[in-house]
C-alpha cells in the first residue's frame, strides 16, 4: 500500500459522501488535508516526499494558494531554503496581500494540497506571471485525475476519483445533501456517516 495513501487512512482525510468541491464539480470522494496536517509529523514526512520528487533546484520562492497551500508552501519553502507566501482571494482574484511581492524573473514554485482541475493553480501562475516571475513547476500532495497546466507537476497520490457536472451529478438525482466541505455548513463527521 502507497505510504501517503495510508496516512491519508490513518488520519480520516479521505472522506466519502457528496460534495461540493471548489472546482464547482461535485464529488463522492473529499481529501481534506488539513486533517494530516494537524500532525507535524506526518505533514513533514509528506513534504520531506515531495521535495525529494522535485527535480527542479533553482526554487527561490514556493506559493500555495489560500487556504489548502498555505502549510505546505512553508514546509516546502522550508525544505528547499526558499521563500514561503500564500496567494489569497481580494475581489474574487488572486493576489498577494501582507506584504508579500515578487521580483522580476524570480523563479517560483507553486502548491497545493489537492489538484483536481487545477483553477486555483492556474490563477496562481497567472499572478505570478503579472509580477513578470517565472512559474516554474507545480508540486501536490494529491492529485484527482489528469489535468495540464503547462508546466512539470508532481505529485504524491494520483488518484482516479468520480467527479461529475452538477447537471450530472448521480447523488443529487438521489437526493443525497450537498455538502462543501471546510464552510460553516460542513456537518461533523459522526453526523455524516452512516
Request: with cysteine; aromatic share 6%; glycine share 8%.
Amino acid at each position: 500500500m502507497n505510504n501517503i495513501r495510508k496516512i491519508l487512512e490513518d488520519c480520516q482525510a479521505i472522506l466519502k459522501g457528496h460534495f461540493l468541491l471548489s472546482s464547482g464539480l461535485h464529488s463522492d470522494t473529499y481529501f481534506q488535508m488539513a486533517l494530516v496536517f494537524q500532525n507535524p509529523d506526518y505533514g513533514q514526512y509528506c513534504s520531506r516526499m515531495l521535495v525529494k520528487k522535485i527535480t527542479i533546484r533553482q526554487v527561490e520562492t514556493v506559493i500555495g494558494p489560500a487556504l489548502g497551500g498555505i502549510i505546505l508552501a512553508y514546509e516546502l519553502g522550508r525544505l528547499l531554503g526558499a521563500r514561503s507566501m500564500f496567494a489569497e482571494r481580494e475581489a474574487g482574484k488572486m493576489s498577494l496581500r501582507r506584504g508579500f511581492s515578487l521580483k522580476e524573473g524570480e523563479k517560483v514554485l507553486i502548491c497545493e494540497d489537492v489538484i483536481t482541475t487545477g483553477g486555483s493553480v492556474k490563477e496562481v501562475m497567472d499572478l505570478i506571471r503579472e509580477w513578470k516571475a517565472v512559474p516554474l513547476a507545480v508540486a501536490c500532495l494529491v492529485q484527482r485525475g489528469k489535468v495540464d497546466l503547462g508546466i512539470p507537476l508532481v505529485n504524491l497520490l494520483q488518484v482516479k476519483v468520480a467527479q461529475y457536472r452538477p447537471e450530472d451529478c448521480p447523488l443529487c438525482q438521489q437526493g443525497i445533501p450537498l455538502v462543501k466541505p471546510g464552510s460553516r455548513h460542513l456537518r461533523r463527521r459522526d453526523e455524516t456517516e452512516t
